[in-house]
Structure formats: C-alpha cells, structure tokens
C-alpha cells in the first residue's frame, strides 16, 4: 500500500515536465502500472487476513487494522474478583499437564479492537508496554500458540491503566473469551489501578476468577498465593542506562526525587532535611526550565538542578512514598540506580514478595514513623547496608541475562514477565520449584560461600556401621588378607570386593575367607580407578570406608576409632596418612607435597571414611572433564576426591592417627628416587589441573588430627577404648 | 515514424513496468502459488506491528502526579492489618514485652506450665501497662472452661490470642483487632501478616526440650518405599516405585500400588509422606491425579537430602515442644515489630534457628558463628582473653604473659571478682589489657562486655596455667569450629542408673561431653546467649553454685550446636598440678566434678539432655610423633 500510494504522489508530480501530446500515453501507462502495484499490495495483504499464522505476513501488520468486536450492550459481565480464590480452588491445573519440561504454557489471544453498540472503542486498542509485554511472552519458552494445550491464558485486552478503559464494557470484551470460563487460568496485567477520587489498590473490571498481576496491591486486595504483585515500569528505566556503582558510602544518605508528593509528606521529608542537613536530599520537580528539556529527567532542590534518574545513584537510602497508589514507578528508577528503597507505603505488598526477600534489599518504615526515618536508618549497620546494595545489583545483572536476547526490552518488562510466569509455575509444580537461594542469592554470595549438602549436625548412629569397598585387580592374595582385618573392625557391616579384572574372574566362593559380615564381589565392565567411587546399590550405610587390596598395617582399634570419629564429622573425609598443597612461588603454581609436615589439606583414599553421598556427587556431579583425566591416568582418584568434598562442603579433611604413609607408591623404594620424583610431578600436575577445572582451590589446610582422648596419655593402656594405635 | 517512436516508445514503457511489477509482486505471487510451510521451530507468536514505534505508552508523564488519598480502608470491617490494628508505639525501647492474662479459677497443668515457660522467658512482663502485647491463652478443650472478656480488651488491639488446641466452646466476645495464633485456620478467616498459623499440637506434646527428630541417616535408605499414603483410620499405606503409569487424566483404574498398611502410633519407613488435609481418602486418587510419584522419583538425591535434613531442622528448631512453638510465635511478632532489625531470612531457615541466634545480638549473619559458610566468610584471626580474678585473688601475671606472647591475642580482659582492693600495677603487655571490677557474681563471667570486641573469647581463671603454643594451637582449632568450645580440661557426663538420674565426673575417661570454662575457647554470641536468653532462674542457679556454671554453658552450647565439645592436649595434665578447676579457694589436687545436682535441674530445664559425647582429642599433625623435633611447630605442648 506504501509503496502506491508513493507512486501515486511522484505520478502527477512528472506530468508537468511531459509534452502534453503524450500525455494520454503516460496516464494509461502509469494506470497500468498502479493497477498492477495494487494487486501486487492485494497479494501481499490480502492472505494475512484469512491465514493470520503464515510467518511471513505476520511481519508487516498493522495494529489500525486489526478486526473489531461490536459487544452488545446487554453482553454477559464476570462476577467481580472473587476474593477467596486460591490456586486450589480457581485454577485447574488439569490443563497444566502436558508438558514435558515442567514448564506451563502460555496462550494469548489475537489482538481485537473492541466497540460499543456505538462504534466507540473501549479502550486503547494496546499500548507500547502491553505489545512489547506479549512479545517477550511469545518469545519465551512459555509461549505456545496451541489453545488446547496451554495452561494459562493471557488476553491482549489491555488493561496495564485503568484511567485508560471503559470497565464495564472492558469486563464485557473479557467475558467473550472463547476459553474464558470465569476467568479460570486467565492471566491479567495491571499496574495502574483504581482511579479517582479513593484509588482502589486492584484493578476494578469485574474478573471473576482470573489471576491478576498487578502494581500496587495492598493487602487487603492481593489474594496470598494467587495473585502476583508485580513492579509498576518505569519508562525512565528503559532508556537511560546507569554506569555501575559498586557498594560504599555515598554522598547523600537519604534522598527523596519523587515529584507531587502529599504536602504533609513533603513538609515531614523537609524536616528531615532541615534537621540533618546535607546527608538528606529532597527534590521536587523543576519549575524554571529552558525550552527542549525534558522536565521528567530533571529534579531540582531549591535552584539547583539535578539529573534524574543519575542523581539516585549518589545516595545510600531513597524514598519510596506511597501517592494515592501504593505502587510507584519510582521503585523501578531507586532499584536500577542501587540505591536502597526505604518503602514508607502502609499495607503494600512489594513486587514478587512471594519470592523475593525484600529484607535483604530494602527498609520498610511504617508510615507513621516517617519523621523517625533517619533514625532508623541509622541504627543499621554499615555491613548490612552493604549487604542490601549487593542484594539490589542482582537486579539489574538478572535483568542482562533475561533480556539479551530482546534488545528491544530491556526494561523490566521482561524479567517481570519471566518472574510472573515462574512464580505461577512454581505454584503449579511446586516440586520443581526454584528455592529460596536461587531466587534470592547474588552470583557474588554464591562464589565465596557454600551450602553443605550435609548441613544438618547429626551424629549418625554407631549400629548403623559402616561399608568397606576394597578395589582390586589381582592381588588375591593381599586382598583375602586386607579382607580378614577389615572383618575384625567391630562396626563393619558388610564388605564390597569391587573386582576391576575383566580378563580374569575372581576365585570361587569357598576360597574367600569366612567372615562374620556380608560379602559381595561386584564386577566391573572396565578397568577404571573410578569404580571405587561408583554409589553401589549394595551400599546400605551412609559410612563408606573405601581401602586398597594392600592395606593391610592398619589395626581393628584404628579403623574403629576412624569410624567414630567420622560419625562426629560425617561430612567430611576422614582418612589416615594426610598430604598437603602448596603453592611453589618459582613455578608459580601448586605442588603436592607428602613430606612430614605440621599441616594436612588432603588424606589418601587409600583408606578413608566418607558419606557415600560423595560416591554420587563423585560418579555424576563431578565437574569438567576431571573423571575421564583420573581414568585416562591411572591416578589422582583420591586427589579428585578431597577436592569434590572441600568444594562442596567448605570443610577441611579429618585425619586421623599418627600413620604417615602406606606401603604407597610414592614411599616404596623399587625403582629408586626416579620412579618417586614422576610420581610426585604428576601429582602436583592434578592439582593445577583440578584447582582450574573447578576455578578455585577448594582445599582447607589445617594443622589438627585426630587422636583418641586418651592417646599417649600417661594412663593405664588396658583402661583405654583404643590402646592399639600403630605408628607412623 | 511518430506514430512507431508513439508505438516504441509505448512498449518501451509497457515492458518496462511489466518488468517492475515482476520485480515487485513476483516473489509474492510465487509465495501464493507454493502455500508456506510452518518452519519447524519457528514460533509464530505474537505479530510483530508495523506500528509498534508509533503505539501509545499505557501511562502519559501527566498522568502521573497524584493527590495522595487517606491510607487504603479496610473493605470489611472485620478485617485487620499489621499497620491498622497493632500500635506498635507501645513497643518501643525494649522490643517485645508480652504481658499474660492470669488464669481465673482453677485451671489445667498444662495451662500452669505454659503460663510458666512464658514467665519465665526474656518477653514477659507483670505490668500490663508496659506491654505492648497482651496474651490471652485460650486452652478450652483441656479444662472444659471458657475464658470471658478480659480487663485491658480494648478492642483487642495489641492482643493475641493464642489457641492451641481446637476451640471446643463458643466465641464468648468479639475477637476484633486481636491476632490469633491458631492450627489450621481456614483461608476466609486468616489474615496474612497478621494472624499467625501453628502447628496443630496433639495433648501430649512435650511442653519443654522435646524429642529430637527421629531421622538417623542424612540419606534414605535403599529398598525403603518412596511414599506413604495417609489414610482414614490414621493408618499409613505405603505406596512403591513400579505404581505411577497413571495416564494424565486423572481417571486411572487401578490401585495405587502393591502397599502395605501400617498402623497408627509409628509412622511409616518411607521417603515421603502424602498428607491431604481433611479428606484422606482422596489421598490416593490425588496421587493418581497428580503423577506425585512419578515427579518424586524425579527429585535428585541432592533435593531429596536437602529436604529431609531441613524437616529435621524445623521440627527441632520450632516445633517440638509447645514451648517453642509458643517462642517462635512471639518471635515472629517481635519480627514485625522491629522492621529493620529482624531476623534476616537466612537465620530462620538455617541451623541452629531464630530463637537461638538472637537478631538483637546482630542481623548480620558475618556475627554469628554459625554461618561462615553460606556466607563465604572466616571467623576473626584474634581472640580476647577474659581472666576472671576469683578470690582470694592474686594477679595472674604468669598467666597475662603467656596468653600476651599468643601472636593471636588482641587484648586482655581482667575482670577483678574479689574483696580485694584492684592492684595498681599490672605487668607490661604487648596488647591492651583493661581491668572490669565484677560483682562477685559467677555469673559476670558470662556477660557480653562491650568492652570485648573480637568473636572469640579465651575464658580463664586466674589460677589456670597455659603456655604460649597451647593458646596458639587451641585458637587455631578455634578458628576451624567458630561454633563450639574448645578446651583443655574435660568433664563428661552419665546416667546413673543406681540414682535414677543424670551424673557426671571429672576422671579421665576415653569420652567427654564437656569442657571447663576455666580455660577454654568460644565465640562471644553464647555471652549474648546466656545472659539475654536463659530464665533467669538458671542465671541464679549458677551463681548459687559456682561449679555449675561450666556445666550450664556446655548445655547452652549443646543446645544450640547439638554438637560436643571439641579437647585439645593439656600438657600439664600429667603431672596433676594444676589447679584448673572452678569453684572455691585452696588448692585441689585435680579437678573435682561438682554436685550433680546440678546437671539434672539443668537436664529439667532444659526439657532434655542437650549434652554429646566426643572420643576423640585433637593434637598437632606431628603430636608425639618418632620424628624429629625440629620438624615439629608445636613441641613445647609435649614436653612434660
């Protein structure tokens, strides 16, 4: 059409220039011409409003000519919100199950204009906010176009602004939904709602059961658990983006930049600035600007002017006061410039507190004890003021993710609606939901810190016992030996022979030694160093003593006594000889070390107790390529082990007793100092592979070991639990 | 010739915008003719407007100033909030003050006792002027009785009204702007952020300590069913793996498994528990219904782990005793009240607990030492000394020197206990050292001195005697368990079957549960702990028998940590000279264990034996190892 109506103008513009004589020529020439760029422009549009889904004429649509909806004057109305409604009772989740992904899917309906009986429009047919919305709906993994599979619906009647539609006639356009059905699993967008003169706090349409996420609930209309509060966007947000400012003290301690607050409101927040001087900001909107600025991005105090949103970033605390709504946009602005939100809004409820931790990010101030705002916020430490602005960059580095891949949008807009879909996913799968971590804790906490998959203080009982895992490949002879002391340990409750020679079988049952404790032998399908951490089924204890085919110096009072101790650290790995890590400041790199040193960060699994959860996160959460280097190497399996369990757990390793070393390859002398100094090389070779595999050097060094209480004490040997205890 | 250039020229034109409309329209035509393919993948969402620039924003810049209108009204007038209903003004200065409506008339043990355990907690107060809250304890089903409208109702405004156990009689009065703390309300009558829900409390709920969660494994164990149903007589169905092929539909046929019915009092051995509110015998068609089997064969190990240790943590920490569930409610209130200074969320939902780890000690999770860990952070590399001058009270001056010659110690507390005027002079020392003049009250030790300012406290007594390597070395184990206390001297502790009672002895033993104060490391939060969360009558039981106190502090620590003590070598303790023991003047040959009395007022108060057993000493990597001493960091602990 564009293009015609181009040709059209240009058309009579030349004619002019032309002889007259030909002019007939050029008319019935230029006749021709448009009557075949019309029917081209008939081609082009003509199909898209039969076959609204082809890819290529959803492109170039326009929103003026989308259909139009006559609504009766008499045309049913939904009840008003029902109040009571919870996930359980107005929303099926029946429609919810067809996924494979845990992940609900999304509808929206087509884009209508809707009239009354007298062709006026209801409302706005959409807003900029409300497209770019839906887009980052369709874009989402959510989306699906399939009206019978999806689980939640969004109709594109927009009603983001109340001010903005007829309610009545808004509810009526609702009401004719083809799946509307009382609302049920129908998903509204609000953020401005109520109107004069008394500002309800949710949406007025009548929406019967519909889900609402809204700006500016109060808790007196947000429906715990079924609705979603949601932030108001701030088109300030969207447009000017904010260098990065890291947490510290800032130039202003308290600022106020919104503009129309109530009177009394602003005399209180004066006050404060009265009283406290210069660490208290207010500012009001500028009344003396030159021609071309924009008054939105300028607030001044008295006749100085300040650039707005910037000047959020130079304060530690920002108002956040309630107008006649409780949502205010002005939130998205304070949170993007890191500052801290001080909510002074009786009854609100914060956007996603249904996940999101608003403690950790922000002060709520009762709207009572405004004037004693300073106070307050000075009663608050320095370190949790810091702790609150890191807390507030997670806002805008999530943002980055969600929305790299919408350039358009990188506003709030898509996030929330990420948050929104996620929260109502969460509820219908509640199984899968996201924790409270994920929701809630910065990349920056989660580098440094831990969470001890083994975190509650429990002292596993001694009757449980434990499971002994020898690996091993030939040395019958060794083994039957290692496998009679084992079975002396009084807490040894069952044996595992992990059998790791595929070109030769393991002797027949009545050639084993007869031990009091179960025994099973377990054949493996390939000769790996990885087999001795496989979680087998047949291990029925959470205590793992794993022990090589040639231990065989360790006595029954010091495996015992290694059993207990683990019992008082059953997170931990808790063997005997101890080796350490050491940073070689020539290399610049680590090394192993296996001298006889005054601290230990590693014990041998040689013989060691630990969680057989670690056998698990071992076989299938171990990182990188670290599994596949130990077996292509033949080595370092125990290495690899003490850095899964630091890492994970945070904690140092327990050794236990004197021992010093085994009959172990880096101790025997068979060939010599050479065969030593290899082994040693390619030791401290995984450690600088394993410490750049997982980022960090997870080890902890500690210059503890565990003895019996009574160890070397000067005190009858006959009276002690542990009396046989070897050396070195 | 014009006629053929009119004709040329004609054709020229003709072609020419036949050729341009090929250009144009044919690639749309061909389109037409070929009807398109959906592309596989390509979502074909919402239409992207040629107009979209052009679309109004959903809110004008003029809309946005308002007049700011009266606070939203409640719609009802029943209803309540936080900010409409409690007068927080009330509260100000020491935080939450609970005043208890006494009982009228005879009532119940169990009423007696809790209106105890809230009397003697730090919330309670006899003024009902100076409370900010006002409890009204509503325990009908017990004594069949039901309480009228008391004195100060007002409305009910700063009220809870705590109901545990199911109303059995009537609504005597309106229940107004006063909170309720009930089990199970219902959603119509329960106000968020306001009302508080318990735990539904069986009669015979321990009132104090209560049973420890029952799980022994961190891990499930093999071969145990994965789900038990509860069903209509209180019996439990155990539901295995094989039974989730149910169709989504919800209407499958068959049962829901090869189960097995258990009864009543034990619960069942499985991984899960389906517990369906009022109507168990939906039970299983909600498993149907839902595939929950299917989607908890899904849960890894690791989710699996995490929620069965955070079931134990729960129960202990807030629901096993009515005591605490009573605690936790108050706290929850004392929370909204404080805003700012609430607990942060991390110290609710991890060990040891909100009502352990007090947010008026701090908010910051750095302070305490239970979360180093989730916080990536590492205790302090200093510690205090605080030697506590006993009479009849000589300065400690070897004592002060070697704890001085730590390279860790930051300064050194002497709190003078004693009838004797302060010495004047005190030796040289390379750190601070400060004199606090005490009130001759055992109980001084434990108060947290602002003028303390690292985590750890070394607690001696003057008469204790320790080297320079054995500080080092004790603050260096220190620094690996932040939360426990590390000593020299030990105690430990046994039932004594002869007494029917717990006892304990200071003989050295292959186990201990406890480590003497008069010597020992901890962080300065159980100061806080014992001075602003005992009941007072433990404070005084203390001060009444001095060589209780070692006692009360290892339960304290217990308590919270449910962890022992941890030993480090005592060189010393060979030659049985030294005086570690606490109590009275003269000299002792070796410490002597105090009245056992004691443990067992302290085992009643506390509602259970906190106390654990170690076997295990922590020594140097090379302690008393054949090698050579120069090798060795910390030799001096093995000399004799």
């Known amino acids: 059409m564009c293009a015609s109506v181009k040709y059209n103008i240009r058309g009579p513009a030349l004619i002019p220039r032309m002889k007259t004589k030909h002019r007939i020529y050029y008319i019935t020439l230029f006749s021709i011409v448009l009557l075949g760029l019309i029917a081209t422009g008939m081609f082009q549009f003509w199909p898209h409003s039969i076959e609204s889904s082809n890819d290529w004429n959803v492109e170039k649509r326009s929103v003026r000519d989308v259909p139009v909806v006559r609504l009766p004057a008499d045309s049913p109305i939904p009840e008003r919100g029902d109040l009571s409604c919870r996930m359980h009772t107005c929303f099926d989740v029946y429609r919810c199950g067809f996924n494979p992904k845990n992940k609900i899917k999304v509808y929206i309906y087509a884009l209508k204009k809707y009239v009354d009986d007298f062709g006026v429009s209801v409302s706005n047919t959409i807003s900029r906010e409300y497209n770019e919305l839906l887009m980052a709906i369709s874009d989402s993994d959510y989306y699906t176009d399939d009206i019978n599979r999806a689980c939640l619906f969004v109709p594109s009647i927009d009603v983001l602004n109340q001010n903005t539609l007829r309610i009545k006639e808004t509810a009526q356009a609702l009401a004719q939904l083809s799946r509307w059905d009382r609302g049920s699993n129908h998903l509204l967008f609000n953020m401005l709602p109520g109107g004069p003169p008394d500002y309800n706090t949710a949406l007025d349409v009548p929406r019967d059961r519909a889900l609402l996420a809204g700006g500016g609930f109060s808790t007196w209309t947000y429906r715990q658990g079924y609705d979603v509060s949601i932030p108001v966007y701030s088109p300030l947000s969207a447009e000017v983006d904010l260098p990065e400012k890291g947490p510290g003290p800032r130039q202003y301690f308290l600022l106020s930049s919104q503009v129309g607050l109530h009177p009394e409101y602003r005399e209180d927040l004066e006050a404060l600035q009265v009283k406290h001087g210069e660490s208290v900001l207010v500012l009001d909107k500028c009344t003396n600007l030159s021609e071309g600025v924009l008054s939105v991005r300028k607030r001044c105090h008295k006749h100085q002017v300040f650039d707005y949103p910037q000047v959020l970033q130079e304060a530690t605390f920002c108002v956040v006061l309630r107008g006649a709504r409780l949502g205010q946009a002005v939130l998205s602005d304070v949170l993007q410039a890191g500052c801290v939100p001080v909510v002074i809004a009786d009854s609100y409820i914060l956007p996603f507190s249904e996940v999101l931790d608003w403690k950790r990010a922000s002060v709520v101030v009762p709207e009572e004890k405004m004037s004693d705002v300073y106070s307050i916020l000075q009663s608050i430490p320095q370190r949790q003021i810091e702790e609150m602005q890191r807390q507030l960059f997670m806002e805008p580095a999530r943002r980055e993710n969600w929305s790299a891949a919408n350039h358009q949008m990188n506003s709030l807009i898509w996030p929330r609606e990420q948050r929104d879909s996620q929260i109502i996913n969460d509820r219908i799968y509640p199984y899968a939901a996201i924790s409270y971590e994920e929701w809630n804790d910065p990349p920056v906490v989660k580098w440094g810190s831990v969470s001890n998959p083994l975190f509650l203080p429990l002292i596993p009982p001694q009757s449980q016992g434990f499971t002994a895992i020898v690996l091993t490949y030939d040395r019958v002879e060794s083994l039957f030996r290692v496998i009679t002391e084992v079975s002396k340990v009084p807490s040894l409750s069952k044996l595992l022979v992990v059998w790791n020679n595929q070109n030769k079988n393991p002797p027949e049952d009545s050639l084993w030694p007869k031990i009091r404790v179960p025994l099973k032998v377990v054949r493996t399908a390939e000769n790996k160093l990885s087999n001795r951490f496989f979680p087998y089924d047949e291990i029925e204890t959470e205590a793992v003593l794993a022990i090589d085919d040639d231990i065989i110096m360790l006595t029954s009072d010091e495996l015992q006594f290694g059993y207990e101790v683990w019992r008082e650290f059953p997170d931990r790995l808790v063997g005997y000889p101890g080796r350490l890590h050491l940073w070689d400041h020539e290399m610049n790199k680590w090394k192993y070390e296996s001298e006889w040193t005054n601290e230990v960060s590693m014990v041998l699994t040689g013989a060691a107790f630990y969680h057989k959860y670690f056998n698990y996160l071992y076989t299938y959460k171990m990182p990188g390529d670290i599994k596949n280097w130990v077996d292509a190497h033949m080595n370092c399996e125990d290495i690899a082990m003490n850095f899964l369990v630091a890492n994970v757990t945070g904690k140092a390793v327990i050794k236990v007793t004197p021992r010093k070393k085994f009959k172990c390859p880096e101790c025997t002398a068979i060939d010599g100092l050479s065969l030593d100094q290899t082994h040693m090389v390619e030791r401290s070779e995984c450690i600088n592979k394993f410490a750049s595999v997982f980022g960090t050097m997870p080890l902890k060094v500690v210059e503890h070991r565990a003895d019996p209480v009574l160890y070397k004490d000067d005190f009858p040997e006959k009276l002690k639990s542990f009396p046989n205890i070897g050396s070195l | ?640």
């Not at chain 2, 180093?372 to 002060?400: D, N, Y």
């Not at chain 2, 054995?470 to 000593?487: C, I, K, N, T, Y």
């Not at chain 2, 060979?574 to 004691?598: F, I, T, Y």
Request: glycine share 6%.
């Open chain 2, 1 to 640: 010739m014009q006629s053929w250039r009119r004709r040329k020229s004609l054709w020229l034109a003709l072609s020419a915008s036949w050729l341009l409309l090929v250009l144009l329209g044919g690639f749309s035509l061909l389109r037409l003719a070929l009807p398109p393919r959906p592309q596989p993948g390509a979502s074909q969402g919402w239409p992207r407007w040629l107009d979209a620039e052009l679309l109004q924003s959903f809110s004008q810049p003029r809309e946005l100033p308002e007049d700011t209108a009266s606070p939203p009204q409640a719609p009802h007038g029943g209803s309540c909030n936080w900010e409409a209903c409690f007068d927080t003004s009330k509260c100000r200065g020491d935080g939450l003050k609970v005043f208890v409506y006494p009982a009228v008339g005879p009532i119940s043990e169990t009423h007696r006792r809790i209106l105890a355990s809230i009397e003697g907690s730090r919330f309670h107060t006899f003024s009902p002027a100076g409370a900010c809250l006002l409890l009204l304890l509503s325990l009908d089903a017990q004594t069949g009785e039901c309480s009228s409208m008391p004195l100060q109702w007002n409305r009910g405004r700063n009220h809870l009204v705590l109901r545990l156990y199911p109303a059995a009689c009537p609504r005597t009065f309106q229940l107004g702007q006063a909170m309720v703390a009930e089990a199970s309300p219902t959603v119509d009558s329960f106000r968020p952020g306001f009302d508080v829900a318990l735990p539904f409390l069986p009669e015979a709920h321990p009132l104090r300590g209560g049973a420890p969660g029952q799980l022994r494994q961190h891990s499930p164990q093999p071969g145990v069913a994965l789900l038990a149903l509860e069903e209509e007589r209180g019996g439990w169905r155990t539901a295995d793996t094989g039974s989730s092929a149910c169709p989504w539909d919800g209407r499958c046929e068959q049962d829901p498994g090869p189960g097995q019915t258990q009864h009543q009092e034990t619960l069942p051995n499985a991984t899960f528990c389906l517990i369906s509110g009022h109507r168990p015998e939906a039970a299983s068609r909600f498993l149907q219904a839902l595939q929950v089997l299917a989607a908890l064969q899904e849960m890894s190990p690791a989710r699996v782990l995490a929620l069965r240790q955070q079931t134990q943590f729960l129960w202990d920490a807030y629901f096993s005793s009515v005591e605490k569930v009573i605690h936790t409610t108050l706290e929850v209130i004392q929370d909204r009240i404080f805003g700012t200074s609430a607990h942060p969320s991390l110290l609710w939902n991890s060990p040891p607990g909100a009502l352990l780890a007090l947010s008026t000690f701090s908010t910051s999770p750095q302070d305490f030492p239970f979360y180093h860990l989730q916080q990536g952070s590492r205790p302090e590399g200093r510690f205090s000394a605080l030697i506590w001058v006993a009479p009849p009270g000589q300065p400690p001056l070897k004592l002060i020197q070697a704890v001085a010659g730590s390279q860790h110690c930051a300064q050194i507390l002497v709190l003078w206990s004693n009838e004797r005027p302060l010495p004047s002079r005190w030796p040289e020392t390379a750190v601070p050292l400060t004199v606090i003049d005490g009130h001759r009250k055992v109980s001084d030790r434990f108060y947290p001195y602002s003028t303390i300012r690292t985590d750890a406290i070394l607690s001696l007594d003057a008469r204790s005697s320790l080297s320079t390597s054995e500080v080092d070395f004790a603050f260096l184990v220190w620094q690996s368990f932040p939360e426990r206390m590390v000593g020299f001297l030990t105690l430990s502790h046994f039932w004594d079957e002869a007494h029917g009672g717990w006892g304990y002895t200071a003989e050295r033993t292959n186990e201990f549960s406890m480590v003497l104060t008069t010597a020992a490391f901890y962080h300065r939060y159980y100061h806080t702990l014992f001075t602003h969360s005992l009941p007072k009558a433990l404070r005084t039981l203390a001060d009444e028998a001095p060589t209780c106190v070692d006692v009360l502090m290892n339960f304290i620590v217990a308590a919270v940590t449910k962890l022992p003590p941890i030993k480090v070598p005592y060189g010393k303790q060979r030659q049985e000279a030294a005086p570690l023991a606490p109590g009275g003047p003269g000299p002792r040959s070796k410490p002597q264990a105090p009245a056992p009395d004691c443990i067992n007022q302290l085992a009643a108060a506390f509602g259970h034996m906190p106390l654990l057993s170690s076997c295990l000493r922590l020594d140097p990597v090379l302690f008393k190892d054949p090698v050579s001493v120069q090798r060795k960091k910390y030799r001096s602990l093995e000399k004799p």
